[in-house]
């Protein structure tokens, strides 16, 4: 027993937890002792005794996990643990509940702990469209849908579409790229672990009294500065989840500077490896904006500071332009790596090189660079500085041109190719298109100050963000979690229950989010429980269409689980494709590769005579470099 | 290599009719319906129109990525059995020149003319009337400055036709002001004084919504709106007999304007 608790794993993690919430606790009695407080109580919106614990509860189990072993070893010059590589690959399901430094096993832990969440949340969104299918109130009171809504939210954008597409990409990756692993192994695993305390803090916020966190996920003060206690566990939450972000960004940023193989110029990258890249430029910048805000919003509540206390001098808006300036980037975070995946699909399965390669690189660059100058559009009518209305106009109306480029050069991808759309990954693809057109053009409206201060905080609102996260994000999540599942599985999934769950989920989209662009215009304000008799109808019929598309990602949860088991065994490169994940077997050797693959030429080099990415090992001799003028667009 | 001349092989007139017939027919369906609902200020048709221009502009948008989509589907769909690759097309630099700037014209075609109307729908107007606006949570009250102080709860009566400056406060959290058919919003916002103008010209009763969230009464955050004559306004107004109350009174003496003159004064002052 006591070998077993010295031992990292998760004996050691429940004591760990039980320590670090002991010296939580016992921090706050002492501290508030020598400070000649009342030990015990508690101030109306602080909870010290269980704030101070779920900060350091949660570092207790990273601790007993074994998330710090090898660094604090070293730190105290203890010898450490020589690496003997057995944690890498996972022999059986036990192995994914370890801490584990493999990053083909840190991806298949980060994409199953999101959608884990994602049905979380998605079961929390059939409640809220529930209640919202008839005016009044039937199923939950005003205050518990205020917290769904919130917790909804969320779940959603901090332990699903922002982490899951890290889990995509820390799978796919280093094998693209051609390095056998991440450049940080035990950084990416702590990064991994700290997510689902991110999510148990959310969830938990249901226990806390006076129930969970109600402010929106945008938790604008005052009113979560005011808030009960389950705020603080959003605030906490937040922190972790933003943590995980940051180092996983940097994990990114220097395996694709430092790690790609030889050959593999900047300009010979796949696509999905420079949206990566663009994502974790922002989330390195961004992602500690947010952390900050919901800090000075905790010390409001715990420490009574005076950020955002107007009655004290506090400067109410300036909540909201801290938060927007990391959560307008963070709308591109949860695209980014989704346009890289669009493009890999879309080339491969139109077998036709990407058009305007180049271009689309420097979109992504484009991109990133506007979205840090246009956070005040969320602000049209908050009351700010009004001259600084419309140069933000301006600058959000131009992001509009370089997605554009993105869209029309998919398009010009698939003239003259030979489109094969057997694959539900394709499938999705194709519909993203259209459905993030919609949401882009939803987008535009919005970035204008006259329409926007109608629509603003209506429904139109609400159809806009589910259109470009739901159709846009989450249509490229599906892309790409069926275009690796038989890379990542081994096995291949069944694409008629694939085009089932496609045209299910197509539906659901468009019937459920279209119609709340019209209730929005017409005067139905967002994050209300009950609503004017008047939109009952249209309210019903969205809230059918949600629960068919609800339904119908039943369907893709038993595609998954049954094809991981008993799918046919998949090749090493089922759809044909180039880059170099592909030309190893599936699942992926333990380390990758034997030998470290040659890059000589651009990834999606289909229909030139003889050009080849990389030339992998054993086969280097026979095949000649090919000359630089085919590489790359002209 | 280079792959033959890829505009010429396209039927690219063809394709822009079709695009031309998917635009009208959007836009004939779409303009055809009032989205917004009733327009009942003069604000709200500028915003309607710029609504309606976007639409068509974006009708345009829509058909074009539509049918270039669906031709391409139509066209180089792989038989079964077809393992071959593609033409090695990597890209027209004439036609992604054409696709950065044409969406650049449109955007800020679409920014200049929102400016515009921007503009218009703020303008004061030599004469305009000082209403204030107090909310807390989950109510509205409202002050008539220039009537003698005087003061009303859950009920806002407006003259038609006069220019209206709302001074919005707020006594506890951020809410926001929303009249549909007049399309203005502002929130009120603890600390600050926030500003709105409006000219209603649509006599009637309509309803003020709250659409900020402001904690679980949100969703009942209302009151009723009345635009009346002059005439009724005048006898309304004087015959409120409670004047404005002091923690409100405090608000509009202490709370800061948002806008000064020059934006640079405000942090020293």
Same mark, same amino acid.
């Given at each position: 027993?006591?070998?077993?608790?010295?031992?990292?794993?998760?004996?050691?993690?429940?004591?760990?937890?039980?320590?670090?919430?002991?010296?939580?606790?016992?921090?706050?009695?002492?501290?508030?002792?020598?400070?000649?407080?009342?030990?015990?109580?508690?101030?109306?919106?602080?909870?010290?005794?269980?704030?101070?614990?779920?900060?350091?509860?949660?570092?207790?189990?990273?601790?007993?996990?074994?998330?710090?072993?090898? %660094?604090?070893?070293?730190?105290?010059?203890?010898?450490?643990?020589?690496?003997?590589h057995?944690?890498?690959?996972?022999?059986n399901?036990?192995?994914?509940?370890?801490?584990?430094?493999?990053?083909?096993?840190?991806?298949?832990?980060? +994409?199953?702990?999101?959608?884990?969440? =994602?049905?979380?949340?998605?079961?929390?969104?059939?409640?809220?469209?529930?209640?919202?299918?008839?005016?009044?109130?039937?199923?939950?009171d005003?205050a518990?849908?205020?917290?769904?809504?919130?917790?909804?939210?969320?779940?959603?954008?901090?332990?699903?579409?922002?982490?899951?597409?890290?889990?995509?990409?820390?799978?796919?990756?280093?094998?693209m790229?051609?390095?056998?692993?991440?450049?940080?192994?035990?950084?990416?695993?702590?990064s991994?672990?700290?997510?689902?305390l991110?999510?148990?803090?959310f969830?938990?916020?249901?226990?806390?009294?006076?129930?969970? =966190?109600?402010?929106?996920?945008?938790?604008y003060?005052?009113?979560?500065?005011?808030?009960?206690?389950?705020?603080?566990?959003?605030?906490?939450?937040?922190?972790?989840?933003?943590?995980?972000?940051?180092?996983?960004?940097?994990?990114?940023?220097?395996?694709?500077?430092?790690?790609?193989?030889?050959?593999?110029?900047?300009?010979r990258?796949?696509?999905?490896?420079?949206?990566?890249l663009?994502?974790?430029?922002?989330?390195?910048?961004?992602?500690?904006?947010?952390?900050?805000?919901?800090?000075?919003?905790?010390?409001?509540?715990?420490?009574?500071?005076?950020?955002?206390?107007?009655?004290?001098?506090?400067?109410?808006?300036?909540?909201?332009?801290?938060?927007?300036?990391?959560?307008?980037?963070?709308?591109?975070?949860? +695209?980014?790596?989704?346009?890289?995946?669009?493009?890999?699909?879309?080339?491969?399965?139109?077998?036709?090189?990407?058009?305007?390669?180049?271009?689309?690189?420097?979109?992504?660059?484009?991109?990133?660079?506007?979205?840090?100058?246009?956070?005040?559009?969320?602000?049209?009518?908050?009351?700010?500085?009004?001259?600084?209305?419309?140069?933000?106009?301006?600058?959000?109306?131009?992001?509009?041109?370089?997605?554009?480029?993105?869209?029309?050069?998919?398009?010009?991808?698939?003239?003259?190719?030979?489109?094969h759309?057997?694959?539900?990954?394709?499938?999705?693809?194709?519909?993203?298109?259209?459905?993030?057109t919609?949401?882009?053009?939803?987008?535009?409206?919005?970035?204008?100050?006259?329409?926007?201060?109608?629509?603003?905080?209506?429904?139109f609102?609400?159809?806009?963000?589910?259109?470009?996260?739901?159709?846009?994000?989450?249509?490229?999540?599906?892309?790409?979690?069926?275009?690796?599942?038989?890379?990542?599985?081994?096995?291949?999934y069944?694409?008629?229950?694939?085009?089932?769950?496609?045209?299910?989920?197509?539906?659901?989209? %468009?019937?459920?989010?279209?119609?709340?662009?019209?209730?929005?215009?017409?005067?139905?304000?967002?994050?209300?429980?009950?609503?004017?008799?008047?939109?009952?109808?249209?309210?019903?019929?969205?809230?059918?269409?949600?629960?068919?598309?609800?339904?119908?990602?039943?369907?893709?949860?038993?595609n998954m689980?049954?094809?991981?088991?008993?799918?046919?065994?998949?090749?090493?490169?089922? %759809?044909?494709?180039?880059?170099?994940?592909?030309?190893?077997?599936?699942?992926?050797?333990?380390?990758?590769?034997?030998?470290?693959?040659?890059?000589?030429?651009?990834?999606?080099?289909?229909?030139?005579?003889?050009?080849?990415?990389? +030339?992998?090992?054993?086969e280097?001799?026979?095949?000649?470099?090919?000359?630089?003028?085919?590489v790359?667009?002209? | 290599?280079?792959?033959?001349p890829?505009?010429?092989?396209?039927?690219?007139?063809?394709?822009?009719?079709?695009?031309?017939?998917?635009?009208?027919?959007?836009?004939?369906?779409?303009?055809?319906?009032?989205?917004?609902?009733?327009?009942g200020?003069?604000?709200?048709?500028?915003?309607?129109?710029?609504?309606?221009?976007?639409?068509?502009?974006?009708?345009?948008?829509?058909?074009?990525?539509?049918?270039?989509?669906?031709?391409?589907?139509?066209k180089f769909?792989?038989?079964?059995?077809?393992?071959?690759?593609?033409?090695?097309?990597?890209?027209?630099?004439?036609?992604?020149?054409?696709?950065?700037?044409?969406?650049?014209?449109?955007?800020?075609?679409?920014?200049?003319?929102?400016?515009?109307?921007?503009?218009?729908?703020?303008?004061?107007?030599?004469?305009?009337?000082?209403?204030?606006?107090?909310?807390?949570?989950?109510?509205?009250?409202?002050?008539?400055?220039?009537?003698?102080?005087?003061?009303?709860?859950?009920?806002?009566?407006?003259?038609?036709?006069?220019?209206?400056?709302?001074?919005?406060?707020s006594?506890?959290?951020?809410?926001?002001?929303?009249?549909?058919?007049?399309?203005?919003?502002?929130?009120?916002?603890?600390?600050?004084?926030?500003?709105?103008?409006?000219t209603?010209?649509?006599?009637?009763?309509?309803?003020?919504?709250?659409?900020?969230?402001?904690?679980?009464?949100?969703?009942?955050?209302?009151?009723?709106?009345?635009?009346?004559?002059?005439?009724?306004?005048?006898?309304?107004?004087?015959?409120?007999?409670?004047?404005?109350?002091?923690?409100?009174?405090?608000?509009?003496?202490?709370?800061?304007?948002?806008?000064?003159?020059?934006?640079?004064?405000?942090?020293?002052?």
């Open positions: 027993m006591l070998a077993a608790i010295k031992r990292p794993g998760w004996y050691r993690a429940v004591l760990g937890t039980l320590v670090g919430a002991a010296f939580g606790v016992g921090l706050v009695v002492v501290l508030r002792a020598i400070s000649g407080l009342p030990i015990w109580q508690t101030e109306q919106t602080g909870y010290p005794h269980v704030v101070v614990p779920l900060i350091t509860g949660p570092l207790g189990f990273l601790a007993g996990l074994g998330c710090f072993d090898y %660094w604090l070893r070293w730190a105290v010059g203890a010898p450490t643990i020589p690496e003997d057995s944690q890498h690959g996972a022999r399901w036990k192995d994914y509940f370890r801490f584990n430094t493999d990053h083909k096993v840190i991806g298949i832990q980060y +994409i199953c702990t999101t959608f884990f969440f =994602f049905f979380l949340s998605g079961l929390m969104a059939m409640l809220i469209r529930a209640e919202l299918a008839q005016p009044g109130t039937q199923i939950v005003a518990t849908y205020n917290s769904l809504f919130s917790t909804h939210a969320v779940l959603m954008i901090f332990v699903f579409i922002i982490p899951v597409f890290a889990g995509i990409a820390n799978y796919v990756l280093p094998l790229i051609g390095a056998p692993d991440m450049a940080f192994p035990r950084l990416n695993a702590l991994f672990w700290m997510l689902p991110a999510g148990l803090l969830v938990g916020s249901f226990l806390a009294p006076g129930g969970a =966190f109600d402010a929106g996920w945008t938790g003060a005052p009113l979560s500065t005011g808030a009960p206690l389950g705020q603080s566990f959003f605030n906490l939450g937040v922190q972790f989840a933003g943590a995980s972000s940051i180092a996983t960004a940097l994990n990114f940023l220097v395996t694709i500077i430092t790690m790609r193989a030889p050959g593999m110029t900047f300009w990258m796949p696509l999905l490896v420079w949206a990566n663009s994502t974790s430029l922002l989330v390195v910048a961004a992602t500690p904006f947010i952390a900050g805000v919901q800090f000075m919003v905790l010390f409001d509540r715990i420490l009574h500071t005076n950020f955002f206390d107007f009655a004290a001098g506090g400067d109410v808006v300036s909540y909201q332009h801290i938060f927007w300036f990391y959560s307008h980037p963070a709308v591109y975070i949860m +695209i980014l790596p989704g346009f890289g995946i669009i493009s890999e699909v879309i080339s491969t399965h139109a077998r036709k090189p990407i058009f305007g390669y180049r271009l689309m690189a420097l979109a992504l660059i484009g991109i990133i660079v506007l979205s840090y100058s246009v956070w005040a559009h969320h602000m049209f009518v908050a009351g700010m500085f009004s001259w600084l209305r419309v140069p933000m106009m301006f600058t959000t109306l131009l992001i509009a041109v370089p997605t554009g480029i993105k869209i029309f050069s998919w398009l010009g991808t698939l003239f003259f190719g030979k489109i759309t057997y694959s539900t990954a394709m499938l999705f693809a194709l519909a993203f298109i259209v459905t993030f919609i949401g882009g053009i939803s987008g535009v409206m919005l970035g204008m100050v006259p329409i926007d201060i109608h629509v603003s905080d209506t429904y609102i609400v159809a806009h963000i589910h259109f470009v996260l739901f159709g846009g994000s989450v249509f490229t999540i599906f892309a790409g979690i069926y275009h690796w599942f038989p890379k990542m599985t081994g096995r291949m069944d694409e008629r229950l694939g085009r089932v769950h496609f045209w299910g989920t197509l539906v659901g989209t %468009w019937g459920t989010f279209i119609p709340m662009h019209w209730v929005g215009m017409d005067g139905m304000p967002r994050r209300v429980a009950d609503y004017a008799a008047q939109f009952g109808e249209w309210n019903l019929l969205i809230s059918v269409f949600a629960f068919i598309l609800g339904a119908v990602q039943l369907v893709f949860l038993y689980i049954v094809s991981w088991r008993y799918g046919p065994r998949a090749e090493g490169n089922p %759809w044909r494709a180039n880059s170099i994940e592909w030309q190893v077997s599936s699942p992926p050797p333990i380390f990758n590769f034997d030998e470290i693959p040659r890059v000589v030429g651009g990834p999606y080099e289909f229909g030139v005579p003889g050009a080849r990415h990389a +030339i992998m090992a054993g280097g001799a026979e095949v000649k470099e090919p000359q630089p003028s085919v790359g667009s002209p | 290599m280079r792959a033959g890829m505009l010429g092989r396209l039927p690219i007139v063809k394709m822009l009719l079709v695009t031309l017939a998917g635009t009208a027919a959007i836009s004939a369906v779409m303009l055809s319906i009032n989205w917004d609902g009733q327009e200020s003069t604000a709200a048709p500028k915003i309607d129109d710029l609504l309606n221009v976007m639409i068509v502009l974006s009708a345009f948008v829509f058909s074009l990525v539509m049918v270039m989509l669906f031709y391409a589907l139509w769909k792989a038989k079964p059995g077809d393992e071959s690759d593609g033409e090695p097309i990597h890209g027209n630099t004439r036609l992604e020149i054409a696709w950065t700037l044409i969406p650049t014209i449109i955007v800020l075609f679409g920014g200049a003319y929102s400016w515009k109307v921007l503009n218009e729908i703020e303008d004061k107007g030599s004469n305009p009337m000082t209403i204030d606006v107090f909310s807390q949570q989950y109510a509205w009250s409202f002050g008539y400055p220039g009537k003698g102080m005087k003061f009303i709860e859950g009920e806002l009566h407006v003259p038609v036709d006069r220019t209206i400056q709302f001074k919005m406060h006594q506890d959290v951020i809410h926001s002001f929303w009249v549909p058919e007049w399309r203005i919003k502002k929130d009120n916002v603890p600390g600050i004084t926030t500003t709105a103008i409006v209603p010209n649509k006599i009637g009763t309509y309803q003020l919504i709250c659409t900020e969230l402001c904690g679980f009464g949100h969703a009942s955050m209302r009151a009723k709106v009345v635009v009346e004559s002059p005439q009724k306004f005048e006898k309304w107004v004087t015959g409120l007999t409670k004047e404005i109350p002091e923690p409100f009174i405090e608000s509009i003496e202490q709370d800061t304007e948002t806008n000064p003159a020059e934006p640079l004064d405000a942090g020293g002052a």
